[in-house]
């Protein structure tokens, strides 16, 4: 089944629609909750995971530079255990964190056996007893694909709306 050809609306209100927003949500709250390892079952095993830095370009648009994030699978899977394990100073007190997922698109590429769509997420972090919240706005753009009957994320390109990061440290997947 593909999604071409189909109006706005009828992409908004197709099941596969539903079970994208469905699987984003899920994965905000296991990222959330701390559950790393349910997080990492819903990875694809040729996972491209990016996040590059911005800045303004020539024409004033935004351009892609040089990488905060650039996973694998592996090196992905390397990141959570480090960031889950118990010698992680990092992460003492453990960081607590909120994603609001809003602004979802399904591609008319997509189709069941492949998904491809885009997302805003909002991330707030705060930590210990710290007043201050940080904030981390972006967009996602991603590639799912169905296997054995699941969703696994294959691609995602995370771009941030800041040049410089606010952030004490980048531990935590977008």
Known sequence: MTLAG???LELMTSPL???YTLWLNDEAEQLDHHRYDDWLARLAPDLHYTMPGRTDGPDGLPERVSHHIDETFQSMTTRIRRISGATNSAETPRTRTRRFVTNIRLSPSSTSDEVHGSSYLLLTR???LRADLELLPCERIDELVRIDGELKLRRREVLVDQATLGLVHLGTPL
């Open 17 to 19: 629609y539903a079970e």
């Open 126 to 128: 705060s930590r210990g």
């Open 6 to 8: 189909l109006t706005p």
